[in-house]
């Protein structure tokens, strides 16, 4: 079954203090893993996506990163603006449903 | 501006009430999604429809039934056969490559 684990549930950081987020995933056939930003109370807003084990992807202190069985969301230097739950989710290759399968999300706490 | 709208923000239903919440989308998408957000759980996805006129079941399509009669637009309707219908409910439409959400609408039963 796929499946969708993301690690920890919640990270609480000081501002400018870096680290990184897991999404461990089991999927049968890979077409992307997509990296989401939430606030409380909106939909999520679309941070990258990544096809195949190696890339990497960046976005102002945001760095996504790929492997065969996980992905990485490194924050740099975090500012309190940072905080949010950040979703992970995998499209698989089966049928042409194209189902997202989304992990619980992390929620993340930059304090100043 | 281009994107997905979702109302209302808020919903109040009364038990054994029928509700519909409304998703339209400008951006020319043909596929559209519907997920329901419950605390400490991931996406879960309801319904979903790749074209106009053509809708498939996702993974927890008891209780709800949606339309798709117009390319812009994906209602949602909740039943009274949806016991547990307190989440947040989310509306999505697909390009290659990544997926566009509206703001959601919280349903609340009371």
């Known amino acids: 079954e796929d499946q969708v684990t993301q690690s920890p549930e919640a990270l609480r950081l000081q501002e400018g203090e870096s680290s990184s987020l897991n999404c461990s995933y089991t999927?049968?056939?890979?077409?992307?893993l997509f990296w989401y930003r939430q606030d409380p109370g909106k939909g999520p807003e679309f941070l990258f996506t990544l096809y195949s084990a190696g890339e990497e992807k960046e976005k102002e202190r945001l760095k996504a990163t790929l492997t065969k069985k996980e992905s990485f969301l490194h924050i740099t230097a975090p500012k309190p603006e940072d905080s949010a739950t950040y979703l992970c989710?995998?499209?698989?290759?089966?049928?042409?449903?194209?189902?997202?399968?989304f992990g619980q999300g992390t929620t993340l706490q930059v304090k100043p | 501006d281009g994107g997905i709208t979702q109302s209302p923000k808020y919903l109040f239903r009364k038990e054994g009430q029928n509700v519909t919440l409304s998703c339209e989308q400008n951006l020319n998408h043909d596929a559209m999604y519907w997920y329901r957000q419950d605390p400490g759980q991931g996406l879960r996805l309801i319904y979903y429809s790749q074209i106009v006129n053509d809708f498939q079941k996702g993974d927890i399509a008891e209780g709800y039934s949606v339309s798709r009669e117009k390319k812009e637009s994906f209602p949602l309707t909740v039943t009274s056969a949806q016991k547990n219908p307190t989440a947040f409910y989310l509306c999505a439409s697909r390009e290659t490559g990544r997926d566009f959400f509206g703001q959601g609408t919280r349903l609340t039963v009371v």
């Open positions: 989710a995998v499209l698989n290759t089966r049928g042409n449903t194209g189902k997202l399968i």
């Open positions: 999927v049968s056939g890979l077409r992307g």
